[in-house]
């Protein structure tokens, strides 16, 4: 089992360039890079620093250092180094997926737009009727009546703006549906509107 493990051990040239970032020690012992250099690199190709994480680095070190005969603080010294590194990989990965998802989140993604005839019958029908001649069940209740839109008057007598405008801002007992339904839903409810005034021509 560690023979098929340790064959695909090829520690990371890369982690060579992580380093630099690691200072001597002070007392004059080589570091676990310079360690790691002088008896892994020779043998190990380069690969990703992301290899293995620090958990099994320090498994494959540890079972490793017996084979390089490293003592026991060089065993300690390239366990730390190579974990460092791949501690460093791993918070890195954490701080892009943060950032991908904070990113994500700024994305404002557009509402579907319901259909000009379903809006016709949540926000209409019931006072200008199915067809749109005004005669909707609570048309009774109003006078004057709800606007006919089959009306060969109305239709040839008003535009896409005035009646964006007359539904935006209300008129007469109709009351406003600004806030109730998007402006661009309103515009598609205005040519709806003018739609059914053509189909009766």
């Given amino acids: ?3 098929t493990v340790i064959s695909g051990v090829k ?6 360039v992580t380093a630099v970032a690691l200072a001597s020690p002070l007392d ?9 250099g002088a008896n892994c690199g020779r043998c190990h190709l380069i ?3 992301n290899r293995y994480d620090a958990k099994a680095w320090e498994d494959i070190g540890l079972h490793m250092a017996i084979t390089a005969r490293l ?5 300690t010294s390239v366990i730390d ?4 590194a791949a501690r460093r990989v791993a918070a890195l990965e954490e701080l892009k997926r943060a950032e991908i998802i904070r990113v994500a989140s700024l994305i404002e993604i557009a509402p579907a737009l ?3 005839a379903d809006l016709y019958k949540s926000q209409c029908k019931v006072c200008h009727g199915a067809s749109g001649k005004g005669d909707g069940i609570a048309a009774v209740a109003y006078d004057p009546k709800p606007t006919d839109f089959t009306d060969s008057v109305f ?3 008003r535009t896409l703006e005035q009646l964006v405008a007359a539904i935006t801002n209300g008129k007469n007992a109709m009351p406003p549906f600004a806030g109730t339904i998007s402006l661009d839903e309103i515009r598609a409810l205005a040519g709806y509107l003018l739609e059914l005034g053509e189909v009766s021509r």
Avoid: C, D, N
């Fill in 47 to 49: 690969q990703p620093i």
């Fill in 28 to 36: 004059g012992q080589r570091s676990g890079a310079e360690i790691w």
């Fill in 81 to 84: 180094f190579l974990k460092s």
């Fill in 11 to 16: 520690v990371l040239g890369l982690l060579m």
């Fill in 71 to 75: 003592t026991s603080a060089e065993t």
């Fill in 114 to 116: 319901a259909e000009p």
């Fill in 1 to 3: 089992m560690y023979r």
């Fill in 155 to 157: 239709a040839t007598s």
